[in-house]
């Protein structure tokens, strides 16, 4: 290694520098003092613990965005973490083990082993909820709420967000009868909307003309709250679990429409995400200039049985860098007071006073003015008539 290159960092880690530091904190504190507000109690889970808890339940995608490394001591695999959910699930199920809902928020840092997209960083903060120990209808419209809230609290003006159900889809392909590789094949070509490929699939694949007609529907049930509509229809001759799951996402985005008029739902009964883990309603927000969802969530009802504690679970998280990438939100300066280098208590005692009334006061070195300090000075302290005062520059 070069001297040169001792300065360079891994592709897709990089400092935050003041300026951006500034933005992120604010919008982080927001986001946590919002969620305080809704009832949600912070937690701060460990950067990194044994991959048998920090993977277990969540599937092949997480596993692979997992940076793991030995641990010295125990000589055991561990896990830096690159989702949170799962820790609030263990911390919720064995830590808490509370009986009623709980409400649980957290902020900070995850390492993603490979970046999601060209230009995304390996090391996004994320903020986000869980909510557990409620099955019905009414945490998935609580959660799905405050994401929005979430969203305008960050300062998006369109709040655009896709919603979808994994029932549907195991729904089908149990009745299928599809094998884990049949099924792992079909919803790849799911993802990928790959339309052409998916009508080859399934005339390969399935020999009952009702599901395969279904199976080829799914892609294109996709818009706005009238494709539950079609979707009811179209699927009529689906398992009930099918009708339950366009019961509960009809019922949803009622809910969330009347409390968030302004909101686009956009509705897609192929999407997945997250479909290794995830139960039921799933949903991701998208902003525009951004191609990857701002935040994330879903019903993950089964998590939580590896800690041995099954519990209901709801939850998102958002990504707080992506979303200061896109508005690069000025934070607002109350200003600093520029106090010059002296030895007098009397100075240090007002610096202090003034400290703690929340003003931001530099102290000058020896031989230093104002236009030597690097933060931006409206004010200087001054003595005058025997006095410290703060006076205006």
């Known amino acids: 290694m070069t001297y040169a290159d001792r300065w360079l960092l891994p592709d897709g880690v990089e400092d935050i520098l003041p300026e951006k530091a500034a933005r992120i904190e604010s919008l982080r504190r927001r986001l946590v003092d919002l969620y305080r507000r809704w009832g949600y109690e912070l937690v701060i889970p460990p950067l990194i613990e044994y991959t048998e808890s920090l993977l277990i339940g969540l599937g092949r995608d997480i596993d692979l965005m997992t940076f793991k490394v030995t641990d010295q001591l125990s000589g055991r695999s561990m896990g830096i973490r690159a989702d949170i959910t799962p820790q609030t ?51 998935d419209i609580e959660v799905i709420s405050l994401l929005l809230a979430s969203l305008q609290e960050c300062g998006l003006q369109q709040l655009n967000m896709d919603l979808g159900h994994v029932g549907i889809f195991r729904a089908l392909a149990s009745a299928a009868n599809l094998d884990a590789t049949q099924e792992q094949d079909l919803f790849d070509l799911l993802q990928g909307k790959a339309v052409t490929d998916i009508d080859s699939w399934v005339s390969d694949n399935i020999g009952n003309p009702e599901l395969a007609a279904m199976l080829r529907a ?38 969330v429409i009347e409390r968030y008029p302004q909101a686009n739902l956009y509705f897609d009964l192929s999407e997945l995400r997250g479909y290794n883990y995830h139960t039921g309603i799933v949903f991701a927000a998208f902003a525009p200039g951004y191609g990857e969802a701002v935040a994330n969530g879903g019903r993950y009802d089964h998590v939580g049985e590896v800690f041995g504690n099954a519990r209901p679970a709801t939850g ?12 690069k939100n000025r934070v607002d300066s109350q200003g600093a007071i520029f106090a010059p280098a002296s030895d007098d208590n009397a100075q240090w005692q007002a610096i202090s006073a003034l400290r703690a009334k929340g003003e931001v006061v530099v102290c000058g070195f020896e031989g230093q003015g104002v236009a030597d300090i690097n933060v931006d000075c409206d004010r200087q302290l001054v003595l005058a008539a025997g006095e410290y005062r703060v006076k205006s520059l």
Request: neutral net charge; contains cysteine.
């Open 89 to 139: 699930a263990r911390i919720d199920a064995h830590s808490l083990k509370r009986t009623g809902p709980s409400r649980l928020c957290y902020a900070g840092h995850v390492l993603h082993a490979k970046p999601k997209s060209p230009l995304a960083t390996r090391l996004p903060i994320q903020a986000g909820v869980e909510l557990y120990g409620e099955a019905g209808l009414s945490a």
């Open 218 to 255: 799914l892609p294109e049930l996709a818009g706005g709250r009238e494709v539950l509509a079609r979707a009811r229809k179209q699927l009529a001759a689906a398992p009930e679990a099918v009708a339950t799951a366009i019961d509960a996402l009809e019922a949803v985005s009622a809910a």
């Open 316 to 327: 998102f998280n958002v990504d707080i860098t992506a979303i200061d990438g896109l508005l």
